[in-house]
């Protein structure tokens, strides 16, 4: 009764005779090993998930981070999970941290940033190149857990990512005025064809303007008025300087008195005009 012993569903066993393994390995269920001649070893066949510790390197473009991860494998040669290495599970747990920090050193920051798919793809391959032939464990899965920066590069990503925001808030400002300024410019050469549709629109605005609760007064004034006014001649002089000018000459041939020069410069001639003297009274 002391040779008989239970394999669970998710274990192997290997049976080692006078110290030396047994060819095969026992299936899951009910075995039976001789108690005195034979040991029974069992290897856990499930997905086991070691988390690596995180690793403190510096990129290919200078920049010290620090990254965390998680590696999944599995046994899927009992014999040489045993007999190959000592502890697999420690050997494994090396092995990743080792290729971890090789491969951070290759990349760039925004590529551990950006392209997480392609390192993790890369840290499996490199991780499970020397351990599932030699060690019978396969690498099934890694995936970065987390990545640190430092906070002077935070402050200095969050600044290049408002400025990018900024960037395309102003482009799409520019582009929204652009094709405001091509409509307007087509509504322009409609309005153009007829007047009555300029009129229209002017109505419908103030129309629009009176719908809110507001004390906005609009007086619509005339644009052709205004034309008016800049196709109207400029005269060289003042209104009012011939009459003026007839009037000193009326002036003159009253009184006798010549008048004095005619205007200068536009101002209009002022007629000199003469006072008797009063002679005091006799006797005063």
């Not at 004390?215 to 006014?229: G, H, I, K």
């Amino acid at each position: 009764m002391l040779g008989f012993k239970i394999i669970n569903q998710y274990e192997l066993g290997i049976v080692f005779r006078w110290g030396r393994a047994l060819p095969g390995v026992r299936a899951p269920g009910l075995a039976w090993v001789n108690p005195f001649t034979d040991r029974l070893r069992k290897v856990n066949m499930q997905i086991m998930a070691a988390a690596v510790p995180g690793q403190e390197t510096i990129t290919r473009d200078n920049v010290t981070m620090r990254v965390d991860a998680v590696i999944y494998y599995r046994v899927v040669d009992p014999l040489k999970a045993v007999i190959n290495v000592q502890d697999y599970r420690y050997a494994m747990s090396q092995v990743a941290q080792t290729s971890l920090r090789s491969v951070i050193g290759g990349s760039n920051m925004d590529q551990l940033l950006s392209e997480r798919d392609k390192i993790n793809d890369q840290l499996k391959d490199i991780i499970d190149a020397p351990t599932e032939g030699p060690w019978g464990v396969r690498v099934e899965r890694v995936e970065l857990k987390d990545i640190s920066l430092p906070e002077s590069m935070k402050r200095s990503m969050s600044r290049q990512a408002e400025a990018e925001r900024e960037r395309r808030a102003r482009i799409i400002t520019a582009d929204g005025e652009y094709q405001a300024a091509g409509k307007l410019a087509q509504a322009a050469t409609v309005m153009s064809a007829d007047p009555a549709a300029l009129q229209l629109r002017l109505l419908q605005a103030v129309v629009e303007i009176a719908a809110e609760k507001n004390s906005t007064l609009m007086l619509p004034f005339p644009v052709e008025m205004l034309r008016f006014f800049e196709r109207a001649p400029v005269r060289g002089g003042q209104p009012g300087s011939a009459a003026t000018a007839g009037a000193s000459h009326a002036g003159t041939a009253a009184s006798g008195h010549p008048a004095l020069p005619g205007p200068v410069n536009g101002t209009p001639a002022v007629t000199a005009l003469s006072t008797p003297l009063e002679t005091p009274a006799a006797g005063r």
